[in-house]
DNA sequence: GTTGTTGCAAACAGTTTGCACGAAA
DNA sequence: TTTCGTGCAAACTGTTTGCAACAAC
């Protein structure tokens, strides 16, 4: 369990304000769930571990995908069908995930224009962008 | 329709039996497909198009499981819930697609090497690999 | 002839939607 | 008090599996 960062409740309410949603108990649970764990959740294992607090599922679908919008939930490959998420800061950023413990931590200042420069000379396209993932083992699996 | 490089016969049969497998009209004719078009194609699209052939979806399914096994066919991010696959060549490469008409091309020359020991440096992580695609406008496109 | 493949139908898993009730602003 | 969010159940979509007939080797 590596905790992040943490939100203070008035931030966070500005923060789904501020995207026209209502600050709701249920939502903030679900993000606080993900602020607790750098490895991300599925969503059954949020609707898992907020079952008690009688969260449906349908909740945790829809404000992962209001995280999501609101970029403060990133999307990482994930073994089964079923993604994960994780918590990140918003804007462009790459994941790099412990295929072991599947903690994930941010890159933001991994430069690709040089690579995406010569691919356009190669190949003619424009390249407009890029979706990039590393994996590997965190220090602590290793 | 960008025709990439169609396999002699003899030479796909080899290849299905190489890895185990039986070289059925099926399987040719779902192969031959992805061969025609490098924009690729979603499972129910490779369905309708060969139905008039009689050919069954789950085929289409466990052929072109069986074709991302032998590497021939990679899978490349698509907008909706259901996943495309175009033709490649065996072996690492990183896919470059086009956002209008998904045209995909290989790049097989792209070393992220240097990039991967800044990140290890940085994180702490043993870097082992990495997902990576590219996408913008081709050529035509553009 | 033996063994793998096909294609149908049924099962499954993940996700989305309709709607009445309840809570945030 | 208005509007949005919740949670249940049902619907949907994409994918997998069981099995008898069939085809490749």
């Given at each position: 369990m590596n905790t992040i960062y943490v939100l203070p409740q008035k931030e966070l309410r500005h923060l789904f304000n501020k995207a026209g949603l209502r600050f709701t108990?249920?939502?903030e649970a679900i993000w606080r769930l993900f602020e607790s764990n750098s490895a991300g959740?599925?969503?059954s294992q949020v609707a898992a571990a907020l079952a008690p607090q009688k969260i449906g599922q349908t909740t945790v679908y829809r404000t992962i995908k209001a995280l999501q919008d609101m970029e403060y939930l990133k999307r990482v490959h994930a073994e089964g069908g079923e993604h994960r998420f994780v918590a990140s800061r918003p804007g462009h950023s790459h994941m790099l995930v412990c295929r072991s413990c599947s903690k994930a931590v941010e890159c933001t200042d991994c430069d690709l224009s040089v690579l995406e420069k010569?691919?356009?000379k190669q190949t003619g396209f424009a390249v407009e962008g890029h979706h990039l993932?590393?994996?590997g083992l965190c220090s602590?699996?290793?």
């Open positions: 108990p249920q939502r959740f599925t969503v010569l691919i356009a993932e590393f994996f602590e699996c290793f």
